[in-house]
Antibody, heavy 120, light 107 residues
Framework: QLQLQESGPGLVKPSETLSLTCTVS??????????WGWIRQPPGKGLEWIGT???????YYNPSLESRVTISVDTSKNQFSLKLTSVTAADTAVYFC????????????WGQGTLVTVSS | DIQMTQSPSSLSASVGDRVTITCRAS??????LAWFQQKPGKVPKLLIY???TLHSGVPSRFSGSGSGTEFTLTISSLRPEDVATYYC?????????FGQGTKLEIK
């Protein structure tokens, strides 16, 4: 059964770069059948799509975050990563990774999520 | 970009009630719509995809309908364990936008 697990620092200082990794188990991140996405949820608020990557060469980003976001794939580690630059308190959120189908691009399954707090 | 708007933002209903949540897209998205359930402190769970197809393991009291710009999620007979926030998500093309959520409580 596919499992996804987010990892990374739980505390990031304002103006610095948030870096998270999603480790994929029991499936290959190189599979041509799937896309891989990041979603976040600020405390007490709704879900926001951040971006999606396919095969390490095709990325899609939320226009509201595009200038600060990079998503990449490390096939050797079966992981994909998120980098968000110049963070502020507004970037404090639970960050989830999830799989999307090649045609069926809903998010399923999801990782457990990791809380990242932006604070000095 | 296409906006997704859910209504109501919150609702309170009694056990056994029929509950309907609406999701509207600012432009047509055919049937490329999914619904998620998120219980407090938990990970969102896929309920429905392709607007009306029930995901494996989801109780049959949940159903979805719609196409184009208007979609509904219906719970035929509300149970206490259905207390959650429900989100719609478009997936016709990027950006894969979510609705703002509908918080469902028991009266």
């Amino acid at each position: 059964q596919l499992q996804l697990q987010e990892s990374g620092p739980g505390l990031v200082k304002p103006s610095e770069t948030l870096s998270l990794t999603c480790t994929v188990s029991n499936d290959s991140i190189s599979s041509k059948n799937y896309y891989w996405g990041w979603i976040r949820q600020p405390p007490g608020k709704g879900l926001e799509w951040i971006g999606t990557v396919y095969q390490s060469w095709h990325t899609y980003y939320n226009p509201s975050l595009e200038s600060r976001v990079t998503i990449s794939v490390d096939t050797s580690k079966n992981q994909f990563s998120l980098k968000l630059t110049s963070v502020t308190a507004a970037d404090t959120a639970v960050y989830f990774c999830a799989r999307q189908g090649y045609y069926e691009r809903w998010f399923d399954p999801w990782g457990q999520g990791t809380l990242v707090t932006v604070s000095s | 970009d296409i906006q997704m708007t859910q209504s109501p933002s919150s609702l309170s209903a009694s056990v056994g009630d029929r509950v309907t949540i609406t999701c509207r897209a600012s432009q047509g998205i055919s049937n490329y719509l999914a619904w998620f359930q998120q219980k407090p402190g938990k990970v969102p769970k896929l309920l429905i995809y392709a607007a009306s197809t029930l995901h494996s393991g989801v109780p049959s009291r949940f159903s979805g309908s719609g196409s184009g710009t208007e979609f509904t999620l219906t719970i035929s007979s509300l149970r206490p364990e259905d207390v959650a926030t429900y989100y719609c998500q478009k997936y016709d093309s990027a950006p894969y936008t979510f609705g703002q959520g509908t918080k469902l409580e028991i009266k």
